[in-house]
């Protein structure tokens, strides 16, 4: 919610599931929710103890990692910058980069972690992102890879009743959530701008990647 008011300006919904839970797809699960107490306790188990200037640290390491962003999605870096003030409070110190090239930092899998926009259902199904992000691809940014996820995968694929489809989706999100290799930030709105000289202006549902002027 704090990144939806503070840094999208209202233009968003927290993402707390794989996609949207309004768009109309069956099967999605929300996975994750915020719960600073329990984020602080479950630290406090592992071992990370608060340290000096209030960053945890263990067997003599702090808890930091760097977040980065890239230019060509302007409002990564404000995300990042919040994120950064959040994780601070549960004892977390992130420092910021900026990719010049998002794909050749992935490709060379030259970063610790790193904000990602990606597009999960333009097609009305979550299959390509449970594809693409969860089993081995070129999309797979942080080379993720559970032989379960693979195997319910491809059963998936081969389903034709739509209530099966469903349920075995279910159960590759909620595995997807103990596992937790990517953490969901916003669901943007799609925002389109036109002058009053273009009339009767209608958005393909499919129409993501340009601008109409």
Do not use: C
Not at 81 to 86: K, V
């Amino acid at each position: 919610e704090a990144l939806v008011k503070g840094v999208m300006d209202g233009a968003a919904t927290p993402a707390q599931a794989l996609a949207p839970e309004n768009i109309g797809l069956e099967g999605v699960v929300a996975t994750q929710h915020t719960d600073v107490a329990e984020a602080r306790r479950v630290l406090d188990a592992a071992g990370w103890a608060p340290g000096a200037g209030g960053v945890r640290s263990k067997d003599g390491r702090p808890l930091a990692f760097t977040l980065g962003s890239y230019a060509q999605r302007a409002e990564l870096e404000p995300l990042a910058i919040a994120i950064r003030d959040q994780l601070r409070v549960v004892g977390m110190d992130v420092s910021l980069e900026r990719f010049p090239d998002i794909n050749t930092a992935v490709a060379q899998n030259g970063f610790h972690a790193t904000m990602y926009s990606y597009t999960v259902a333009p097609y009305g199904d979550i299959n390509r992102a449970l594809g693409n992000l969860y089993t081995p691809s070129g999309n797979n940014k942080d080379r993720y890879s559970n032989p379960l996820i693979n195997s319910l995968f491809a059963q998936y694929l081969t389903l034709m009743d739509a209530g099966k489809r469903h349920e075995t989706a279910r159960q590759i999100q909620q595995h997807l959530g103990t596992d937790v290799p990517l953490v969901y930030v916003v669901n943007p709105y799609q925002v389109v701008a036109h002058t009053p000289r273009v009339r009767n202006l209608a958005l393909h549902p499919l129409e993501i990647g340009r601008a109409h002027v």
